[in-house]
């Protein structure tokens, strides 16, 4: 009997695959047309990001913030929402620890301090994302609308804030003061030598206990449930019980608080102060994350550290082939994005016809 529905091994693992093929061979044509070996290139960008301990110890790095805006993105579409505000909500996250920061660090020991710094990021995300949240529960407003206008607005918010309140008296710089010592996150070459001296952090340990959280949650709560439920139906969710306004709040505000929590490892583990467009465009990588991970634990962590190896990797690149500029990357961050995003089905039906032909085969034989 044929299948109508691909298996979860194929829809979860060979397409993702097949997409990331096909958007790097696309990257390997413009690489050549520029006129580069895409090869050579290929391997300048592995060693640099990946068997370089200290070009991984990067890559980790980046992905690590690409963890948090990649679940903030996949919670949300498990309720079935498209939060795009993770960017917006990753900025907000930072206003909240910068203030815990100027507010403390030079009275708190690092114990408290880093853990109140958690918490404010966390808090102020959430509190972004519960309005969107709102209008999408109670008054039907969609949250791609309201999350791409809190973009917007917590972009122009933060500029008001940063150049009106928090640059010091006489800088120049679009910045908030450097915290102090107690604040910063500590660092994993510490007790990992071999990574060098770079920005990895103990942030990258709390992402992967907050992929491990999810997991559980998701797959196998009683609230995990209702939330699946009401993203595949909502109707039918609701005659089963759910309370659909309150686990659409419920699952933005996880959003939310998720997005805030990257501002973390870009703040505390790197610059150590808050900054203009200190984002960098992590809020919208997530959405490709959440897209390429196919909202799976394992699936968002390896598309962030492919995400953070493009961009450790990039830099190198770039420097070793002045042919192939740092646009190149988001170039190639684009067409995952495409072949991920709006051509994920691309291959569908083409795997699908090849699984009942095999599957036939192997009954005749």
């Not at 973009?151 to 908030?176: H, R």
């Not at 995990?224 to 699952?251: C, D, E, F, M």
Request: proline share 5%.
């Amino acid at each position: 009997m044929k299948t109508t529905e691909l298996p979860r091994w194929a829809s979860g693992f060979v397409l993702p695959l097949l997409n990331l093929l096909s958007a790097l061979l696309v990257a390997a044509l413009v690489i050549h047309l520029l006129g580069e070996s895409p090869v050579e290139s290929l391997q300048i960008l592995v060693n640099s990001a990946v068997l370089n301990p200290e070009g991984l110890s990067y890559t980790l790095f980046y992905a690590s913030t690409f963890v948090f805006t990649g679940l903030a993105v996949s919670i949300a579409m498990k309720a079935g929402l498209f939060n795009i505000g993770a960017e917006g909500q990753m900025y907000l996250g930072g206003l909240g620890l910068t203030l815990a920061m100027l507010s403390f660090d030079a009275t708190l020991s690092p114990w408290l301090l880093i853990p109140l710094a958690i918490v404010a990021s966390a808090a102020f995300g959430a509190g972004w994302a519960f309005l969107p949240g709102y209008l999408q529960a109670k008054r039907g407003s969609h949250v791609v609308v309201t999350t791409i206008m809190f973009n917007f607005i917590a972009a122009g918010l933060m500029n008001f804030i940063i150049v009106k309140y928090l640059i010091p008296e006489g800088d120049q710089n679009p910045a908030s003061r450097t915290f102090s010592e107690a604040a910063a996150m500590p660092q994993l070459f510490n007790w990992f030598p071999a990574l060098g001296d770079t920005p990895l952090n103990i942030s990258f340990i709390l992402a992967l206990v907050a992929l491990a959280i999810y997991g559980v949650v998701v797959s196998r709560s009683s609230w995990g449930y209702k939330l699946q439920a009401t993203g595949l139906n909502a109707h039918a969710a609701h005659y089963a019980g759910v309370r659909i306004s309150r686990t659409i709040i419920v699952a933005m505000l996880i959003s939310g608080a998720l997005a805030g929590l990257a501002a973390v490892n870009s703040i505390l583990g790197s610059t150590h102060y808050l900054s203009l467009n200190f984002p960098a465009g992590a809020g919208f990588i997530g959405i490709a994350i959440a897209l390429m991970g196919r909202q799976n634990p394992i699936g968002i962590l390896l598309s962030a550290v492919l995400f953070g190896a493009l961009i450790q990797g990039g830099f190198d690149l770039s420097l070793e082939k002045p042919n192939i500029p740092q646009e190149t990357i988001v170039f190639i961050q684009g067409l995952i994005i495409l072949f991920c995003g709006a051509m994920e089905n691309m291959y569908g039906p083409a795997v699908l016809k090849l699984i009942n032909a095999t599957r036939s085969n192997a009954r005749k034989g």
